[in-house]
């Protein structure tokens, strides 16, 4: 199947060689309007022939019928809002030696505006990554360059460790199997595939640049969100403070997408779905919730369960649950009943597997599965995942995304299932004193977040750096609340 092409969406430092797979093509001076320096001509020819079309001849001369390349300078120059002379003027040239992401901006692209996935819900993986920064900082740079799209519309992003990702992300050099081939440190910066089939929505980042959090090189966050745009089905804009702009630039503001670029999206896939209450994402209305049942900020607050569920937290004691959506201060809270009519009981573990958008929640012998806002089916026993008989219970669970393991927890020892084989992992149960050094009593509940565990002890909760082993702080669990 054919795929648009927003490479295509090649960030590129204009540099007199520009990463093409043809012999770079020089106008014939006399064909020229003026008799410019011969290097001025060569950038502006290559220029006016990558994004506007500028038809390229054999022999290197200029087609003299069709378009000129006065008319594709003008038309330019128009794009960019300069001075439409027709001439090679400073403004210019400057504008066309800046770093700027590869997409034509005008002709056979045009059409590209209203290509979009033929969904709402858009899985991405990031396949290789940059050597420039650790790998959660990349991986929360790429969440932070989602979440600028998925806040201003009706999209949502989910992490997948599968290679059939709608979008994948991979940070690669020079020739890397898509006929874009990336060209060393300070030209080609990345690219792109609009939506569809096979390479469709894929994103590449050349490994070669210096890929920073938003330092001194190029902010990968900026570059990501521009690029993803136009995986999403966006081309750019003339706006020079849309984030579709064409040419880089940095530091961003904090409002990184202007009005336009919002109505865009918006026009491609609806806007954000109730903003003001946004548990009606999972079926869920606020006007079931009671008002102040519990003494929210109490400082010792325990929680029996934890577990992010799309972009929510979930917080579960007795059967009680407070929800915090991610991107909101509120949070709505009520017996666990208003919102899942089928628990009745309390909930002992719980936890979240991205890749298949699915909830587990653990109570005693049983478990459900929860997909949306819906209890699929009827509970079943713990033994699925494995477990010996003698297993009746679990303190706690939590999804590893980056090892695609579950652990759960029981009083001093544990377990840990592979997600992928669906099976328990050889060795275990292991004693969670030793694997974890610092946390040496019972956990009640446990998340990861953005690269870390958090183990929930009562009233407070330990931050845990897994990589590392150890604990690198401590703090309360109703802060988790906005107390």
Same mark, same amino acid.
């Given at each position: ?5 927003? *490479? ?22 006399? *064909? ?16 006016? &022939? ?85 790998? @959660?900082?990349? %991986? ?18 989910? #992490? ?49 640049? %210096? ?47 202007? *009005? ?14 109730? #903003? ?18 519990? @003494? ?14 799309? %972009? ?15 991107? &909101? ?41 929860? #997909?949306? *806002?819906?209890? #699929? ?62 946390? @040496? ?43």
């Amino acid at each position: 199947m054919l795929v648009m092409v927003l *490479s295509s969406c090649v960030l590129v430092l204009l540099m007199p060689g520009l990463c093409l797979s043809a012999p770079t093509l020089m106008p014939d001076v006399t *064909s020229s309007p003026s008799a410019e320096p011969r290097g001025d001509l060569k950038l502006a020819t290559e220029y006016l &022939q990558q994004y506007f079309n500028l038809k390229k001849e054999p022999m290197g001369r200029m087609k003299r019928s069709g378009a000129s390349f006065t008319s594709k300078l003008k038309e330019m120059q128009t794009f960019f809002g300069l001075n439409t002379s027709g001439a090679l003027d400073s403004d210019t040239l400057k504008l066309m030696s800046s770093p700027r992401c590869g997409v034509p901006d005008v002709e056979e692209y045009s059409h590209i505006h209203g290509t979009r996935w033929n969904k709402n819900v858009i899985t991405y993986s990031i396949g290789t990554y940059t050597r420039d920064l650790p790998r @959660n900082t990349v %991986d929360s740079l790429i969440d932070s360059a989602f979440s600028v799209w998925a806040q201003a519309s009706g999209l949502t992003f989910v #992490r997948s460790h599968t290679h059939n990702a709608d979008i994948m992300v991979k940070f690669v050099t020079y020739e890397h199997g898509d006929l874009y081939p990336f060209d060393g440190p300070r030209g080609t910066l990345a690219h792109a595939f609009g939506p569809g089939m096979g390479v469709g929505g894929d994103t590449h980042f050349d490994d070669d640049e %210096d890929w920073t959090a938003g330092e001194t090189g190029f902010d990968l966050f900026a570059v990501a969100a521009h690029e993803f745009g136009h995986a999403l089905g966006l081309k750019h804009s003339r706006n020079p403070k849309s984030l579709m702009y064409p040419t880089y630039k940095s530091p961003r503001p904090a409002n990184i997408l202007s *009005s336009e670029d919002v109505a865009n999206i918006n026009a491609l896939y609806g806007p954000v779905r109730d #903003r003001a209450d946004p548990l009606s994402r999972y079926g869920w209305s606020s006007r079931l919730l009671p008002r102040l049942m519990k @003494n929210t900020c109490e400082l010792d607050l325990t929680f029996d369960a934890v577990s992010t569920l799309g %972009d929510a937290t979930f917080f579960f004691r007795g059967r009680y649950l407070w929800i915090k959506h991610n991107e &909101q201060y509120d949070v709505k809270e009520g017996p666990i009943t208003n919102f899942m009519p089928k628990i009745e009981t309390s909930i002992d573990a719980a936890f979240w597997v991205p890749r298949r958008s699915t909830a587990y929640l653990i109570y005693e012998s049983m478990f459900w599965t929860v #997909r949306g *806002s819906l209890v #699929r089916g009827k509970p079943r026993p713990l033994s699925h995942f494995g477990f010996p008989a003698w297993v009746q219970d679990v303190d706690a669970a939590v999804h590893i995304v980056k090892t695609g393991r579950t652990l759960f927890f029981m009083h001093d020892i544990y377990w840990s299932f592979n997600e992928n084989r669906r099976v328990m992992d050889f060795g275990y149960p292991k004693y969670i004193s030793e694997d974890f050094p610092g946390v @040496n009593t019972t956990i009640n509940a446990a998340v990861h977040k953005e690269g870390f565990l958090y183990f929930f002890v009562g009233p407070e909760v330990y931050k845990y750096d897994y990589t590392q082993k150890h604990v690198v702080g401590v703090e309360k669990a109703n802060s988790w609340l906005g107390c």
